[in-house]
């Protein structure tokens, strides 16, 4: 285990000189980058929404700048966004290019002279992960591989599966689609746990300009922080942070599982904070409430045995159609979720049914059959990508009736 670690804290509204102290506290910029070295600046970059969703462009700006100061050869700026977002599976609307330059990173490697990676259109290499838990081996685009150095740059923001997602979870953009897809359930810690065994970031700097509290990761709400958080221990950096939005360390998995098995420190007895104090500029941020029942007016729930991912994506679900102008939204009377649900009698139904998750859809078979086109399913375990799908579909259903808009 690592002695000690140092994370710096500042707090500023110039990102310049608020990043640049940041990272002289640790040592410099220097002491990340030598001459001539590549490096690859790995932000979050998962959706083509403005920030706190995705890691600020000025952030990414000066942290191009900074290393091009103490060298650089090249500075590369890299990511693959979440498929939802991507017309692969029938859902999203945009290329990985497209969300590049919708979020700012075009324009902003222009400006510096960096270089934009869109990593979907590069190559893969296959690694072993020989400690790996979840992971024994995985893809991962080649310039995380081919780069001499990697600066993680997440954002401070909270997640409905893993709590947090910082510095440890962005990791989860350096592997392609059909990857991200495996493993995404409740073993998403490990996973992503796995893959710092084998790419190691020498810098992470946390984007704490704005945080995301509540149903993050893409739809939680803003919350002004004015902070940067930088260290070169990605796991003592992570509990920093998640000590500042009011989470304890040892509360989020990723920080746990880290730890134990050697990584970094979560301990925040063994972590040295620079700067500000957490005490003065922690902020305790509204959690994920993945709660359904008793939330959507007209909208009964059935429960069977539910994991978080179901009632996440079931939320986002309900929250999405309840923003939408659908009619009487699209006639939904009734939830079914989970393991082996009791489900009523089909003559007593009134309206559409969303049955969600393939556990519940395959408990519920019969009833589900029975139903006929009154069973709105989203299917997958968990149901990530049909979540965006239906919504589309009910759009469509629905328009023929009445013109909506979004609220």
């Known amino acids: 285990m690592i002695d000690k670690s140092y994370v710096s804290v500042i707090k500023g509204k110039d990102i310049k000189n608020t990043v640049r102290e940041a990272i002289n506290l640790i040592g410099g910029i220097s002491k990340f980058v030598k001459k001539g070295e590549t ?81 979907d259109k590069e190559e893969t290499v296959k690694i072993e992960i020989p400690e790996g838990i979840i992971l024994r081996e995985v893809e991962v685009f080649r310039p995380v591989i081919d780069a001499d150095v990697i600066i993680n740059v997440p954002v401070l923001k909270m997640h409905f599966q893993t709590l947090v997602t910082l510095g440890i979870k962005n990791l989860h953009g350096i592997i392609p689609d059909k990857w991200k897809l495996q493993f995404h359930r409740d073993e998403i810690s490990q996973k992503v746990v796995d893959l710092h065994k084998v790419v190691k970031p020498r810098l992470t700097i946390v984007d704490g300009t704005k945080a995301m509290q509540g149903l993050g990761p893409r739809v939680g709400t803003d919350v002004e922080m004015d902070l940067i958080i930088a260290g070169k221990d990605v796991v003592a950096v992570d509990a920093v942070s998640s000590e500042i939005m009011g989470v304890k360390s040892m509360e989020v998995e990723t920080n746990r599982l880290a730890y134990t098995q050697g990584i970094g420190n979560a301990d925040m007895a063994k972590i040295v904070v620079l700067g500000e104090k957490i005490k003065d500029v922690c902020k305790k941020l509204k959690r994920p409430d993945v709660s359904i029942a008793g939330v959507f007016p007209g909208i009964n729930v059935i429960e069977g045995g539910v994991c978080v991912h179901c009632y996440g994506r079931a939320r986002i679900f309900l929250d999405t159609l309840f923003d939408l102008c659908l009619p009487n939204n699209a006639d939904i009377s009734l939830v079914i979720i989970g393991v082996q649900p009791k489900v009523p009698d089909v003559n007593e139904i009134k309206g559409n049914v969303l049955i969600v998750g393939d556990c519940a859809i395959y408990s519920s078979s019969h009833f589900r059959q029975a139903l006929g086109k009154q069973a709105l399913c989203l299917d997958g375990c968990p149901p990530m990508v049909s979540v965006h799908r239906l919504i589309d579909k009910l759009k469509e259903r629905y328009v023929s009736k009445t013109t909506f808009k979004e609220r």
């Open 39 to 119: 490096v690859l600046i790995k932000p979050n970059l998962v959706y083509p929404y403005s920030p706190p969703a995705t890691t600020n462009p000025e952030v990414i700006k000066v942290v191009g700048e900074f290393a091009f100061e103490a060298g650089a050869k090249e500075v590369w700026i890299g990511d693959s966004s979440a498929y939802t977002q991507k017309p692969l599976y029938g859902t999203g609307k945009w290329t990985n290019q497209e969300i590049l330059e919708i979020d700012g990173i075009v324009k902003i490697a222009q400006e510096i002279g960096a270089k934009v990676i869109d990593f």
